[in-house]
């Protein structure tokens, strides 16, 4: 009878837990869609979350965090390649504070990395709009911010599923990174800005950072960020 109680007052704990997250509102709901396609070296690997993790715990990242109207958004971080890899690295996390922005970054640094073949941005804008079902959270606007250095290769359009997901409210923000240099035996694809800019980029607001190599990723990432964070409504590509 004791074992019962307690199994029925901490199931009412969590039930009350998960209904007052449920209630808390948050000025942005944002996904950072990572590409790990085998494209992306280990040296790029290290380099792109290392970027990530200096960008989040930059000042001027934290300042735009808490400049909104509650002071807080909810981050949930992914990686993806072909359609088969698409993985939730972090999930949903309230990142209110200076503190809450470390802890975010100290798990993504500890996160183990993997590589997979192919390169499904469609299949990839998919998962990430999915992960808004269960968040928990409640907010007015809702960011996938994807990167990567290819164009979609396998799964659907990319364009497919950027229209199906700004029809439904979703802003999809771009970060290409121009490797000026072969990729598995083919020329460097100088126009990958171009495609990320028709093909993948939609909803209000929506705009991309062009990183011209993975050094600079980290800066790209960190005004990308503030942008997206302060809502900085410009559509003009920028290189980083």
Same mark, same amino acid.
């Given at each position: 009878?004791?074992?019962?109680?307690?199994?029925?007052?901490?199931? !009412?704990?969590?039930?009350?837990?998960?209904?007052?997250?449920?209630?808390?509102?948050?000025?942005?709901?944002?996904?950072? /869609?990572?590409?790990?396609?085998?494209?992306?070296?280990?040296? &790029? /690997?290290?380099?792109?979350?290392?970027?990530?993790?200096? !960008?989040?715990?930059?000042?001027?990242?934290?300042?735009?965090?808490?400049?909104?109207?509650?002071?807080? @958004?909810?981050l949930c971080y992914t990686e993806w390649a072909g359609t088969q890899y698409q993985?939730?690295?972090?999930?949903?996390?309230?990142?209110?504070?200076?503190?809450?922005?470390?802890?975010?970054?100290?798990?993504?640094?500890?996160?183990?990395?993997?590589?997979?073949?192919?390169?499904? @941005?469609? /299949?990839?804008?998919?998962?990430?709009?999915?992960?808004?079902?269960?968040?928990?959270?409640?907010?007015?606007?809702?960011?996938?911010?994807?990167?990567?250095?290819?164009?979609?290769?396998?799964?659907?359009?990319? &364009?497919?599923?950027?229209?199906?997901?700004?029809?439904?409210?979703?802003?999809?923000?771009?970060?290409?990174?121009?490797?000026?240099?072969?990729?598995?035996?083919?020329?460097?694809?100088?126009?990958?800005?171009?495609?990320?800019?028709?093909?993948?980029?939609?909803?209000?607001? !929506?705009?991309?950072?062009?990183?011209?190599?993975?050094?600079?990723?980290?800066?790209?990432?960190?005004?990308?960020?503030?942008?997206?964070?302060?809502?900085?409504?410009?559509?003009?590509?920028?290189?980083?």
């Open positions: 009878m004791m074992r019962r109680s307690a199994l029925v007052g901490s199931l !009412a704990a969590m039930a009350t837990a998960r209904s007052v997250r449920a209630e808390t509102p948050v000025d942005l709901h944002l996904v950072l /869609a990572v590409d790990v396609s085998r494209s992306i070296d280990e040296v &790029e /690997a290290e380099l792109q979350r290392r970027g990530y993790i200096e !960008a989040l715990t930059s000042d001027r990242v934290i300042d735009a965090i808490l400049s909104g109207e509650h002071r807080r @958004i909810a993985v939730v690295v972090i999930d949903w996390s309230l990142i209110d504070s200076a503190a809450a922005v470390r802890r975010f970054a100290d798990r993504l640094a500890e996160a183990p990395r993997l590589s997979q073949s192919w390169t499904a @941005i469609g /299949a990839a804008l998919a998962h990430a709009a999915k992960r808004f079902e269960t968040s928990g959270f409640t907010s007015k606007r809702r960011v996938i911010d994807i990167s990567g250095d290819g164009r979609t290769n396998d799964g659907p359009p990319a &364009e497919l599923i950027r229209d199906r997901l700004v029809a439904q409210g979703v802003v999809i923000n771009g970060l290409p990174v121009m490797m000026n240099r072969t990729n598995f035996g083919r020329p460097p694809d100088l126009m990958l800005d171009r495609y990320y800019e028709e093909n993948v980029i939609g909803g209000p607001g !929506a705009f991309m950072i062009v990183a011209d190599n993975f050094d600079n990723f980290g800066r790209a990432v960190r005004a990308k960020l503030v942008r997206e964070i302060s809502l900085n409504r410009t559509t003009r590509p920028i290189t980083a």
